[in-house]
């Protein structure tokens, strides 16, 4: 119940913060300061790798950190799950955003729909797992097995 809380959480915020349900998008309300060319202004040296390095970086950084999360709280009644699937849809996202709006990039259209593929692999298997294990140990019931 509480991903399903969580989920419809998650995607009313985005249609806030997107202004898909009227008002300013967050991009415009805040004056560009939230976008990657107030990054590149900056007297941060980003040239030790290449822009679509960075955003393989980024996106592999983001499917390390989604799938020991979703691992580590699998066992909390499909929670992992949960972040799992909202990591997925975030890489979906930078996916889908970088094959149809600019700055477009194949390499990372790729990388991020693959890092999607695989984080909703680990959570949905660490979930299979933990409910295995639940059902060796009577956990979920709360009642010995007998084994």
Request: net charge positive; hydrophobic share 50%.
């Amino acid at each position: 119940m509480s991903v399903c809380v969580g989920a419809v959480l998650a995607v009313a915020g985005s249609a806030v913060g997107s202004g898909a349900l009227g008002g300013t998008p967050i991009a415009q309300a805040s004056d560009g300061a939230l976008s990657a060319a107030a990054l590149a202004t900056s007297s941060i040296d980003l040239s030790v790798l290449s822009p679509t390095a960075w955003a393989g970086v980024v996106v592999a950084v983001a499917a390390v950190i989604a799938s020991l999360t979703s691992v580590r709280l699998s066992g909390l009644a499909w929670t992992g799950l949960g972040v799992a699937a909202a990591s997925a849809w975030g890489l979906a996202g930078i996916a889908v955003g970088r094959a149809t709006e600019g700055p477009s990039s194949s390499v990372t259209t790729v990388l991020a729909a693959v890092a999607a593929t695989v984080v909703l692999a680990v959570g949905v298997v660490a979930g299979l797992r933990s409910e295995a294990s639940r059902g060796r140990t009577g956990r979920s019931t709360g009642q010995q097995t007998g084994r």
